[in-house]
């Protein structure tokens, strides 16, 4: 089970992340499977929600797992975080952590359809 870690720290009256996948805690069957099947790509933007009424949108930016990590993501208090600051940093968190976890398990439980042979009759 791969180890995820979300630092969190204001800085320069910046809100600053930085999500960490600990290379040594990958199993060695994640990297076979991110050989094979290419590395998961995570959006630390789009669509927020918290199905609560707090919502907001970001622009997309992608990052390859574990290749591009640690990833840095760094917010002032402005749109959208000028209002219920607080709440949407907490949910942007929760929402990366969710996309990094879904993307194991995503990969996990893909299967190789391409190796095998092909016989045609002609």
Request: no cysteine; glycine share 6%; net charge negative.
């Given at each position: 089970m791969?180890?995820?870690?979300?630092y969190q720290s204001i800085q320069n009256d910046n809100y600053v992340?930085?999500?960490?996948?600990?290379?040594?805690s990958i199993s060695s069957d994640d990297v076979a499977r991110i050989n094979k099947f290419g590395a998961p790509i995570?959006?630390?933007?789009?669509?927020?929600?918290n199905g609560i009424g707090v919502s907001y949108?970001?622009?997309?930016i992608y990052f390859n797992?574990?290749?591009d990590f640690?990833?840095?993501?760094?917010?002032?208090?402005?749109?959208?975080?000028d209002t219920n600051t607080m709440v949407k940093l907490a949910l942007y968190a929760s929402t990366i952590q969710t996309r990094i976890?879904?993307?194991?398990?995503?990969?996990?439980?893909l299967t190789?359809?391409?190796?095998?042979?092909?016989?045609?009759?002609?």
């Open positions: 791969a180890t995820l870690r979300t992340f930085v999500f960490s996948i600990d290379p040594a995570i959006d630390f933007g789009g669509s927020f929600n949108t970001l622009p997309d797992l574990p290749a640690p990833v840095q993501q760094t917010f002032s208090a402005v749109a959208p975080f976890t879904s993307a194991f398990t995503t990969l996990r439980g190789d359809t391409f190796t095998g042979e092909t016989v045609n009759n002609i």
